[in-house]
């Protein structure tokens, strides 16, 4: 069985860079898109970006600019950094694996969800 | 961006009766659209994908139909357990990959 685990400070301060990693066990990070994704307390989801174990990425447009995931195969891990963050940045952030699609060859939705950490950015 | 609008935002319904959700697209997302459960305190879970597969493990309760700009969610009997929040997500145009804004299922 599949599982994914965040990890990383749960709060930061403004002005200052978010990071979080996203442990899989239970399976090889080999093969799928893995993502980031975000909802603030009492808010609806917005997807931050992922990345392929090849490392392509691809990001949120309007995140972009502060935007940066890595990973890193030999551990089966990857990471967010999500710089000059604010008060807006707070939210439970995700890490999820994009379902591959059996009839389409293709992305089908996010099949495996981390438990979510909460990130509070305060000074 | 696409943008996915969910309807109604709170929907009530009695154990044992139908729940039919709605989500409409701002542009045509074709059958690249995914329903989420979400109770409170946990990770959304993948209950269908390509508009009206099952994702596995997903009791057959659950239905998605439609494609384009018109999708529907249906719950055929509910049971306690369904009582959550529900995301519908489209991935037809990325970036983003974008969701709607929920609705909240609750005991009528």
């Known amino acids: 069985q599949v599982q994914l685990q965040e990890s990383g400070p749960g709060l930061v301060k403004p002005s200052e860079t978010l990071s979080l990693t996203c442990t899989v066990s239970?399976?090889?990070?080999?093969?799928?898109?893995w993502s980031w994704i975000r909802q603030p307390p009492g808010k609806g989801l917005e997807w931050i970006g992922y990345i392929y174990y090849s490392g392509s990425t691809n990001y949120n447009p309007s995140l972009k600019s502060r935007v940066t995931i890595s990973v890193d195969t030999s551990k089966n891990q990857f990471s967010l950094k999500l710089s000059s963050v604010t008060a807006a940045d707070t939210a439970v952030y995700y890490c999820a694996r994009g379902h591959y699609d059996i009839l389409t060859g293709g992305f089908g939705g996010f099949d495996y969800w981390g438990q979510g950490t909460l990130v509070t950015v305060s000074s | 961006e696409i943008v996915m609008t969910q309807s109604p935002a709170t929907l009530s319904v009695s154990p044992g009766e139908r729940a039919t959700l709605s989500c409409r697209a701002s542009q045509s997302v074709s059958s690249n659209l995914a329903w989420y459960q979400q109770k409170p305190g946990q990770a959304p879970r993948l209950l269908i994908y390509?508009?009206?597969t099952r994702a596995t493990g997903i009791p057959a309760r659950f239905s998605g139909s439609g494609s384009g700009t018109e999708f529907t969610l249906t719950i055929s009997s509910l049971q306690s357990e369904d009582f959550a929040v529900y995301y519908c997500?489209?991935?037809?145009?990325?970036?983003?990959?974008?969701f709607g804004q929920g609705t909240k299922l609750e005991i009528k």
């Open positions: 239970g399976g090889s990070i080999s093969s799928y898109y």
């Open positions: 390509g508009a009206s």
């Open positions: 997500q489209q991935y037809n145009n990325w970036p983003p990959w974008t």
